[in-house]
């Protein structure tokens, strides 16, 4: 009555065998090491990268635990700290001839501790969170007036090139505040150009202006200024992404917070002053024509005002400059930037545009020969000229920018704009810290809350259901093992709140046991047999268990897909918790059951507990073993 067939206990015990395999990386923590990828998109890391890296510490003295390559970077883990730095400069001096020009970035990291033929097994540990493993925390504004603006300053350059394309005569284009301002002499022409303007661009809501002046007045349609402001966080997340992959951090968080602040979490980073220096630094560039009319030379002499339609600028090394406020190009065509030096062996930075990048440059270089263009980098929403240089022929895709900067300032540069521009200007507005020390209190007191908690919940079991106690605080126990092994499959990332889940989830599983239980005393009560009691206890219980977790279920899931951050986490683990609690509780404790009971053809009592009869009478239940 009461026997599995032998499938279901070959699956149980492969299932326990699973989840020791990917449980266990989990306990032997993390070792200092360090980890060298690509600074250039020509340069390859490669099994030869990894030889060399083999090699340099060998000849330093400097013993690793291995050496391995590791997707697109090289990675060698140390028993220590202090070796750890030491194989840092060491590798840096081997690989990177040129401080100046770097080929490679070295950072320092951490590996997990776990032994090789567990990695080998695909069997990694959990990524720690911030809160648990310790790193820095930034919270990032981003200005969605600058993005706002660059769009309508994109609009006004598409407006007066449709204008020109078609012929249509106009009396000069402008901007006011996010309205794009299109005058006109003649009532054909403004007739015309709201005809062609409303079909060609369909983001903006065209009106005439008031008071009967020839003018069109163009402003972006809300579902439109809603995309923009979303574009322009989406393309801040990515570039950030790219950004904390040039400083070799592994799995940080990057996440959106309400519709214009973005969350940078960078768990483990040890280098905290460099990863703020690139994080917080916002640099886009822009690529314009320099206004040499003899107005923008009285505006640089200080002797006249800035021309309509241009700005101005500083130079670096030069002082002042006017440049005209259309784009020819901006960070968003750029494929590659690299540090190198002019043809005067002067710091440089040489670039690559996209096709339509291309295109743009060799129109505008053509046209405009003789004429300078000016490079400007902007950074935290100020813009300042990086060099203007003459143009001397038709450019293409690939081009050099050189001035006024050191080759730091040209490393630090081409690494920015090699990582991608952004949307729009950021600015850091809060920075946190967490040590390693608090995260490793953190992580200490954790565990401590879920040990404690088992052991709280599995004394109390075993003393009210006794034998049956037994079997569920085991059931419980595998519950936790799969939940662990399966959160390490998934390579999740392991919080505060998931650890606060996983504490909930061992409340909750429990409960599943004492449903079942009390439905079997239940039984033995009403007078059934206790082989009886027992299959009719796991078969009545289990509709209420499963309606039970079905509903937890959808709580959970209803978090994991609206919330973000920390309660996304929590989520994650709930809802993992809930399927494997479903599995654990239901099959594996009655597995547990049948292997004691089964084969026991006359059983007469069943050890679990007291069995109260309504009358009042109690009747001792105890097991005879």
Not at 210 to 226: C, F, H, N, T, Y
Not at 311 to 316: A, G, K, L, Q
Not at 597 to 603: A, I, V
Request: aromatic share 6%.
């Amino acid at each position: 009555m009461n026997r599995y067939p032998l499938w279901k206990y070959v699956t149980l015990v492969v299932a326990l065998l699973i989840g020791l395999i990917y449980t266990l990386p989990n306990f032997f923590g993390e070792a200092p090491a360090v980890q060298v990828s690509s600074a250039k998109a020509t340069v390859k890391v490669d099994a030869d990268l990894r030889q060399r890296v083999e090699e340099v510490l060998g000849s330093a003295g400097i013993k690793p635990d291995f050496v391995q390559l590791d997707g697109n970077s090289v990675r060698a883990r140390f028993s220590d700290t202090d070796t750890q730095i030491k194989a840092k400069d060491a590798i840096s001096k081997a690989v990177n001839r040129d401080p100046a020009d770097p080929s490679y970035i070295v950072a320092l990291n951490l590996l997990s501790r776990s032994p090789q033929w567990l990695t080998s097994l695909h069997a990694f540990p959990m990524y720690l969170g911030l809160d648990l493993r310790g790193g820095v925390h930034f919270l990032m504004q981003v200005d969605m007036k600058a993005a706002l603006t660059k769009k309508v300053e994109s609009l006004t350059g598409d407006v007066r090139t449709l204008l020109r394309d078609k012929n249509i005569r106009h009396a000069g284009i402008s901007r006011d505040g996010n309205n794009v301002i299109v005058a006109f002499r003649e009532a054909e022409s403004l007739n015309k150009a709201e005809s062609l303007l409303t079909e060609q661009i369909v983001d903006v809501q065209w009106t005439l202006a008031a008071g009967g002046e020839l003018r069109l007045v163009g402003a972006l349609k809300p579902q439109s200024l809603i995309q923009v402001q979303q574009a322009a966080l989406k393309q801040n997340i990515t570039t950030l992404h790219n950004r904390v992959n040039e400083l070799g951090v592994a799995e940080p968080v990057i996440q959106q917070q309400g519709m214009d602040r973005v969350v940078v979490q960078l768990p483990g980073v040890q280098d905290t002053a460099k990863a703020k220096d690139i994080i917080g630094r916002t640099a886009t560039l822009e690529l314009r024509m320099v206004d040499e009319s003899t107005e923008a030379q009285a505006a640089v002499a200080g002797t006249g005002p800035v021309p309509f339609g241009t700005e101005r600028y500083v130079d670096r090394g030069f002082g002042p400059i006017i440049v005209k406020r259309q784009v020819v190009i901006s960070g968003d065509n750029l494929i590659d930037a690299q540090a190198g030096f002019d043809d005067k062996q002067q710091p440089s930075v040489n670039l690559v545009v996209d096709a339509k990048g291309a295109r743009i440059m060799k129109d505008i270089s053509r046209e405009n020969i003789g004429k300078r263009m000016a490079i400007i980098l902007f950074e935290k929403g100020k813009g300042e000229v990086v060099t203007a240089p003459t143009i001397r022929g038709e450019l293409g895709n690939r081009f050099q920018i050189s001035g006024a900067m050191t080759t730091a300032e040209a490393n630090d540069t081409a690494l920015l704009l090699r990582a991608g521009s952004l949307a729009a200007p950021m600015e850091i507005i809060e920075e946190r810290t967490i040590g390693p020390s608090l995260g490793a209190e953190n992580i200490s007191k954790g565990f401590a809350s879920v040990i404690w908690g088992f052991v709280a919940v599995a004394g109390f079991m075993c003393v009210y259901y006794m034998l049956f106690g037994v079997f569920s605080s085991l059931a419980l126990a595998f519950n936790l093992l799969l939940l662990v092994a399966a959160l390490s499959m998934l390579q999740a990332t392991l919080s505060l709140p998931g650890m606060a889940a996983i504490a909930l989830v061992l409340g909750m599983a429990i409960d599943s046991n004492v449903l079942i239980n009390e439905r079997i005393r239940e039984e033995l009560r009403a007078g059934a047999a206790p082989q009886a009691a027992i299959t009719i206890g796991y078969e009545r219980a289990f509709a209420t268990i499963l309606d039970s977790n079905v509903t937890t279920l959808i709580a959970g899931v209803a978090l994991l897909a609206f919330g973000s951050g920390p309660v996304k986490g929590f989520a994650v683990v709930h809802c993992l918790g809930i399927l494997t609690s479903m599995f654990s509780s239901v099959m594996f404790s009655r597995g547990l059951v049948n292997l004691w009971y089964g084969r026991q053809k006359k059983l007469k009592s069943l050890s679990i507990g007291q069995i109260w009869k309504p009358e009042g009478d109690a009747v001792s239940n105890a097991p005879k073993a």
